[in-house]
């Protein structure tokens, strides 16, 4: 995983930028190929998920980003995940193993699991942060 500062939001400049620009720093959390990552609401956390079936979360602290904590606990790839849209301790996840998962990252662990009909691929919160929607894909 890596990240890079930058504060235009101009989608050519980006692309420029990408092309001509190092990472600011790359992290090794995962084992395997990162799906997803994603900034929290408060934008102190960021978290990634990986085929290797891990969440990791890191913190920003000055500009710097610090490993938090690894979440293991889905039997498949985590394909995506959301921060909860105004709680920054709510970190859900979607993975393979027909599950979703929600995680309290104050207390490092999963407080709800779902079971899903199939693979779950995509996930977001709603903007009142009171319903999860996931896109599954069916066998």
Known sequence: MSYWKHFDVNVNELKDYFKTHKSVKEFQAHSSK??????????KRL?????DKSVATFT?????LNKEYTYKGHSGSVD????????PDLLSTASGDKTVKVWDVRHQKCSNTILT??????????????TIAVGIKRT
Request: hydrophobic share 25%.
């Open 34 to 43: 990162v799906h997803s990552v994603g900034w929290s609401c408060d934008g």
């Open 117 to 130: 009909k199939g693979e779950n691929i995509n996930i977001t919160w709603s903007p009142d942060g009171h």
């Open 47 to 51: 978290a990634s998920c990986s085929f």
């Open 60 to 64: 920003l602290d000055k500009d710097r």
């Open 80 to 87: 995506q995940l959301c921060w909860h849209k105004s709680n």
